[in-house]
C-alpha cells in the first residue's frame, strides 16, 4: 500500500519530540546534538524504539538541523550526508515492518534574501542535497517542519522535489493573535497552505509554537482551506521556565482529548511537537484506534 492511499485509508500517527528526550537521555548543555548522537547512537534508537511501541507509525529522522548550510556553522559540512545517513540508520534499526520514516528537514536558521544574504537558490540547492542524502539513505516521506517563512518552506519544497520524488509534508510554525494565525513573517494559514499545494506538498499543516488548545481552531482553517491531507503536530501548551527547566503544562489527557477533536474535524495525520513523549503518543494511538 502505497503512503497516500494508506492515509485515505487508515491515517498516520506521527511521533513526538525528539530533542527533550536526548536531553532527558544524556545530552550534555552546550553539546552539539550532531556530533553527540553520532558518538551515542543507542541513545537516538532507543527514543525511536519507544515511540515505535507507543504505537507510532512514522519515525522522524533526527535530521532537523542535518543540512550543509546550517551544519557549516559549526564547521560540520563535509559531514552532512554521513550525519543524514546514519540518523536515518539509527531509526531504521529501531523500525518494525509497518512503520515510516520521514527524512526531517528543517529551516536553515537565517532569513533568505531580500531580508538576509541566502539567495532563493543557495537555500534550494542546500535542500536539494539533503533530501537526495536522505534519498539515498533510503527514507519513506519527508516532512518539512517549523518553517517560519514561507518563501523557505517552499525553497525547501522545491529542493526536496529536485532531490526525490517521494511525498513530501510540510508544516509552518503559527502564532495566534489578535487578528488570527500567522506566521512570525505575517505569513497566512490559508493562502499559504495553498501555496504549497500549488508547489506540489503532499500534505501540509502547522506544527510547534502553540499548544493543541488553539490548534484545534487552526486545524480546521486549515482542513478547509485544501483537499490534501493535513498533518498537525502541537506543542504540550506553552512552555514556562521551571526551576531552570522548560515545563509543557499539557498533561497527556488534555492533550489527547485536542488530538481527537484535531481528528474529528477531518485531518488525517497527527503527532507531538514539543512537550510531547512516546506517553502521549501512546494515549492519542488508544484513543483513536488503528
Not at 554521513?82 to 518494525?96: D, G, H, K
Not at 519513506?140 to 517563512?149: G, K, P, R
Not at 518563501?151 to 511525498?167: D, F, I, M, T
Not at 483537499?227 to 506543542?235: C, E, G, M, R, W
Request: charged share 20%; aromatic share 6%.
Amino acid at each position: 500500500m502505497d503512503i497516500l492511499t494508506r492515509i485515505k485509508k487508515e491515517g498516520l500517527i506521527f511521533d513526538g519530540a525528539f530533542g527533550s528526550l536526548l536531553m532527558q537521555r544524556g545530552l550534555p548543555e552546550g553539546v552539539l546534538p550532531e556530533m553527540w548522537c553520532l558518538e551515542h547512537p543507542e541513545v537516538v534508537t532507543g527514543i525511536h524504539a519507544d515511540y515505535v511501541a507507543s504505537g507510532a507509525d512514522v519515525l522522524t529522522a533526527n535530521t532537523f538541523g542535518a543540512s550543509a548550510l546550517k551544519l557549516k556553522k559549526n564547521g560540520l559540512e563535509k559531514r552532512t550526508e554521513e550525519i543524514n545517513r546514519r540518523m536515518v540508520e539509527m531509526a531504521r534499526t529501531a523500525t518494525q515492518s509497518d512503520n515510516l520514516i520521514a527524512g526531517d528537514i528543517g529551516s536553515i536558521g537565517e532569513m533568505l534574501a531580500p531580508f538576509g544574504k541566502i539567495s532563493n537558490e543557495e537555500a534550494v540547492a542546500n535542500y536539494a542535497e539533503q533530501a537526495g542524502f536522505l534519498e539515498a539513505a533510503g527514507v519513506d516521506l519527508f516532512i518539512i517542519e517549523t518553517m517560519f517563512d514561507l518563501n523557505e518552506a517552499l525553497a525547501a519544497l522545491r529542493g526536496v522535489r529536485q532531490g526525490s520524488a517521494k511525498p513530501v509534508f510540510v508544516t509552518l510554525t503559527f502564532e495566534q493573535g489578535p487578528a488570527g494565525f500567522a506566521t512570525i513573517m505575517g505569513n497566512q494559514p490559508e493562502a499559504s497552505m495553498q501555496a504549497l499545494v500549488a508547489a506540489g506538498a503532499a500534505a501540509v499543516g502547522a506544527n510547534c509554537s502553540i499548544g493543541s488548545d488553539a490548534m484545534v481552531r487552526l486545524a480546521e482553517i486549515i482542513r478547509n482551506t485544501v483537499s490534501v491531507p493535513v498533518i498537525i503536530q502541537p506543542n504540550a501548551g506553552i512552555p514556562t521556565l521551571q526551576k531552570g527547566f522548560l515545563h509543557y503544562p499539557e498533561d497527556v489527557v488534555s492533550f489527547t482529548r485536542n488530538i481527537v477533536a484535531i481528528k474529528q474535524s477531518g485531518v488525517e495525520i497527527v503527532g507531538g511537537c514539543c512537550g510531547t513523549t512516546p506517553d502521549y503518543i501512546r494515549a492519542i494511538r488508544e484513543a483513536i484506534g488503528k
